[in-house]
């Protein structure tokens, strides 16, 4: 553990995290790593099962996202959290990988898998309801109180204004944004070609995120908000966890975490 980050103790065995109704997103138990298949990360009850179902906790869930927080300062001590999932289709299995990381060393300073069975069918927009159960469980498992929570996919920048990000932060309370590899169904012009530069990823005139360049020559990211965190601190936030590469660190660390497990199975 690098100095300066408290542990928190563990949680006891399905307390609660985040009381939304109608779901009980209950803690799990305690671990830092898990076999590849774990049915506490199954999902809750009253967990959507249909697309109609799915559509109408969006709409609910749509109006507790903060979007009038700056977030946490980039440069400022920062626990920073990747989360991404991998799935096993033969098993119908999905993997969830939590990788917190010192934002200023970018040090791996924990990691956490949880797996379930896949609790939703693949529909476009609603890959959150796939995917939830068994990132909350892996974060949960974590011993680190995770400041900013990176998710590889979308947060205001979905069709419904309710992605994964935006999700995961109305379950934990967490400040989060989402960092996708591909624009979804939204327009941009290129940004310039230096790292940094950055252009409007735009729906009609409506601003969802920003295509983000983090490395020069290199295909631009696209960043959008989550919960509790503005699009200003969002893009310089990636841009402090990208210093290499395309993809900020916590993206490739959660994605070879998520690998691992698979293959370990």
């Not at 990988?97 to 990691?111: P, S, Y």
């Not at 020069?216 to 699009?231: A, C, I, N, Y």
């Given at each position: 553990?690098?100095?300066?980050?408290?542990?928190?103790?563990?949680?006891?065995?399905?307390?609660?995290?985040?009381?939304?109704?109608?779901?009980?997103?209950?803690?799990?138990?305690?671990?830092?790593?898990?076999?590849?298949?774990?049915?506490?990360?199954?999902?809750?009850?009253?967990?959507?099962?249909?697309?109609?179902?799915?559509?109408?906790?969006?709409?609910?869930?749509?109006?507790?996202?903060?979007?009038?927080?700056?977030?946490?300062?980039?440069?400022?001590?920062?626990?920073?959290?990747?989360?991404?999932?991998?799935?096993?289709?033969a098993r119908d299995l999905v993997v969830a990988a939590a990788v917190a990381l010192d934002a200023g060393t970018l040090e791996v300073l924990e990691e956490a898998t949880a797996a379930g069975p896949v609790a939703f069918p693949y529909v476009p927009g609603l890959l959150a309801f796939r995917e939830v159960p068994a990132v909350l469980a892996a974060l949960e498992r974590l011993t680190v109180t995770p400041g900013l929570v990176v998710c590889d996919g979308y947060g205001l920048a979905h069709p419904r204004r309710f992605g994964l990000a935006s999700h995961?932060?109305?379950?934990?309370?967490?400040?989060?944004?989402?960092?996708?590899?591909?624009?979804?169904?939204?327009?941009?012009?290129?940004?310039?070609?230096?790292?940094?530069?950055?252009?409007?990823?735009?729906?009609?005139?409506?601003?969802?995120?920003?295509?983000?360049?983090?490395?020069?020559?290199?295909?631009?990211?696209?960043?959008?908000?989550?919960?509790?965190?503005?699009?200003?601190?969002?893009?310089?936030?990636?841009?402090?966890?990208?210093?290499?590469?395309?993809?900020?660190?916590?993206?490739?660390?959660?994605?070879?975490?998520?690998?691992?497990?698979?293959?370990?199975?």
């Amino acid at each position: 553990m690098a100095p300066g980050y408290a542990r928190r103790p563990p949680p006891p065995h399905r307390a609660p995290i985040a009381p939304v109704p109608p779901f009980t997103c209950g803690r799990v138990r305690w671990a830092v790593m898990i076999p590849p298949r774990d049915d506490s990360a199954a999902p809750p009850p009253g967990w959507p099962v249909t697309e109609a179902g799915a559509l109408a906790v969006q709409d609910r869930l749509r109006d507790r996202v903060v979007l009038d927080e700056p977030g946490p300062e980039p440069g400022a001590p920062l626990v920073a959290v990747g989360v991404d999932v991998a799935y096993d289709d033969a098993r119908d299995l999905v993997v969830a990988a939590a990788v917190a990381l010192d934002a200023g060393t970018l040090e791996v300073l924990e990691e956490a898998t949880a797996a379930g069975p896949v609790a939703f069918p693949y529909v476009p927009g609603l890959l959150a309801f796939r995917e939830v159960p068994a990132v909350l469980a892996a974060l949960e498992r974590l011993t680190v109180t995770p400041g900013l929570v990176v998710c590889d996919g979308y947060g205001l920048a979905h069709p419904r204004r309710f992605g994964l990000a935006s999700h995961l932060g109305v379950l934990t309370g967490l400040p989060t944004i989402g960092v996708a590899k591909t624009p979804f169904v939204f327009a941009y012009d290129a940004p310039g070609p230096r790292r940094g530069d950055s252009a409007p990823l735009l729906d009609g005139a409506e601003e969802v995120g920003r295509a983000l360049r983090t490395q020069e020559g290199v295909k631009p990211v696209f960043v959008s908000v989550g919960h509790r965190v503005d699009l200003d601190r969002a893009c310089a936030h990636v841009l402090r966890l990208a210093p290499r590469y395309r993809l900020p660190e916590t993206t490739r660390a959660a994605d070879s975490l998520c690998r691992r497990a698979l293959a370990a199975g």
